[in-house]
């Protein structure tokens, strides 16, 4: 059973900044790819950023790419989204994902995390 918890989630005004984390345990935490996924109300489960198994891939949302940053830290089974120069459009419940390889799609990940709340204020 692999169990992934998030944390960072918070309130931020427009133009802010905030780091989401996420440890994932139960498993080799290596031999997953990771994913950020966010919903917002009324919305469907859209993707945010993906992480190869080593960390030497990456892949982002139009809408966030230049501003978001996803990272992993195998050593410490962990997977981190750094968020800059937030807008009130990525208000959402954020949930970490681990699947066997990197992709967009959320049907290609196996195991979520409960999610965090991000609210942007404008």
């Known amino acids: 059973q692999v169990q992934l918890v998030e944390s960072g989630g918070g309130f931020v005004q427009a133009g802010g900044s905030l780091r989401l984390s996420c440890v994932v345990s139960?498993?080799?935490?290596?031999?997953?790819?990771m994913g950020w996924f966010r919903q917002a109300p009324g919305k469907e489960r859209e993707f945010v950023a993906a992480?190869?198994?080593?960390?030497?891939?990456?892949s982002y949302a139009e809408s966030v790419k230049g501003r978001f940053t996803i990272s992993r830290d195998n050593a410490k089974n962990t997977v981190a989204l750094r968020m800059n120069s937030l807008k009130p459009e990525d208000t959402a419940v954020y949930y970490c994902?681990?699947?066997?390889?990197?992709?967009?799609?959320?049907?290609?990940?196996?195991?979520w995390g409960q999610g965090t709340q991000v609210t942007v204020s404008s």
């Open positions: 994902a681990a699947g066997v390889v990197q992709s967009g799609l959320v049907r290609s990940y196996d195991y």
């Open positions: 139960g498993r080799t935490f290596s031999s997953y790819a």
């Open positions: 992480l190869s198994r080593n960390g030497g891939s990456t």
